[in-house]
């Protein structure tokens, strides 16, 4: 339990280091208007920081430097002071976004875009997707004398195509009886839908069956996979990242997915407006360097995405939490324009 004056050291200790990335000495300490007291007793209450594990020194009389204890510290107690909607996303922001509407890909690429700007970090953002894949339309081409290709159209407009091969060619007319009757089966109905019929099927209905099923899951299992990042730039011209060290882990991650994938694991649910997770509180590896802040937007139970944004540890966490809360409102009041689409 720390007491109000060393709750207030604490918090000069991380607002300082975000604002300049040095250690602070104890005297710098004592000087701030805030607190008052001499320099010994700035050293003394520093010391049991250090000693509870609220910050770190290269050695004894060096400045000191919040852990992730103290940033998480600082988070929970952070007052709740955002500005309007307007100030962090704009009206630009918001004119960007509506023109980007009906394009999925470019609503997540410009909403990255913008929450990067508005955070100077990485940033990150889905498409928004039914919690529930339902087709719209499907056809079936036949192209050779055993290969088909399978094409449906999900609603909010995302396509995806898979190529079926049949182990003997299928009988011409019973193709076309069988792509009619399963098209009529599966238009307008979700994978959850569809299982629930009781269905007599020709061996070509099922694997065409089979096959829209497979597409389905695939859909609902992967609702946060299709991405777009943002800001590169912005995270690897902090200062943590002059070491080229630091630098290549987090390139190849973003070259590879893998850190797109980590941080959507994160995710909060329904119900929890936006998660921080900083430092070694990652379970991925490739992420302790960094902090996240990962809210979920959309319409709950109908159709949802994810935006967040990524950052050291060092990272401006009120103005990233309430940019990341901000971007999450407009999006929210956009989404009811997608389930429409």
Do not use: C
């Amino acid at each position: 339990m720390l007491t109000t004056r060393q709750e207030n050291i604490l918090n000069l200790i991380v607002e300082g280091y975000v604002d300049t990335a040095t250690p602070l000495p104890s005297d710098t300490l004592a000087r701030h208007p805030e607190l008052g007291v001499s320099p010994a007793t700035v050293r003394s209450e520093v010391a049991v920081l250090e000693e509870q594990g609220y910050i770190a020194r290269l050695h004894t009389s060096a400045g000191s430097m919040p852990t992730d204890k103290a940033y998480r510290f600082y988070v929970v107690n952070l007052e709740d002071n955002e500005l309007p909607l307007e100030a962090y996303v704009g009206y630009n922001g918001k004119r960007r976004l509506t023109e980007a509407q009906r394009d999925l890909e470019e609503w997540a690429r410009v909403a990255a875009a913008i929450l990067s700007n508005i955070v100077g970090n990485m940033a990150i953002a889905t498409f928004p997707r039914a919690t529930e894949s339902r087709i719209r339309h499907v056809e079936i081409v036949w192209l050779q004398e055993v290969l088909a290709l399978v094409i449906v159209v999900l609603e909010h407009g995302r396509l995806r195509r898979q190529l079926i091969r049949f182990d003997t060619p299928p009988d011409h007319m019973d193709f076309e009886r069988s792509t009619n009757r399963i098209r009529h089966v599966i238009e307008g109905h979700t994978k959850r839908e569809i299982d629930s019929l009781e269905l007599v099927l020709s061996p070509t209905e099922h694997i065409l069956l089979d096959t829209t099923q497979d597409i389905l899951s695939e859909e609902d299992t992967g609702v946060y996979h299709h991405h777009y990042l943002d800001g590169l730039r912005n995270l690897l011209m902090q200062p943590e990242f002059e070491e080229h060290d630091l630098v290549r882990p987090v390139v190849e991650a973003v070259e590879d997915g893998s850190l797109a994938q980590a941080i959507l694991d994160e995710v909060p649910p329904e119900g929890v407006s936006v998660k921080v997770v900083i430092g070694h509180e990652n379970k991925d590896n490739v992420l302790q360097p960094l902090s996240l802040v990962v809210a979920q937007y959309g319409i709950p139970g109908e159709v949802v995405g994810a935006i967040g944004a990524i950052g050291p540890t060092r990272m401006q966490y009120s103005r990233t939490i309430s940019g990341v809360r901000a971007m999450t409102a407009v999006m929210n009041e956009m989404a009811e324009g997608v389930l429409n689409y």
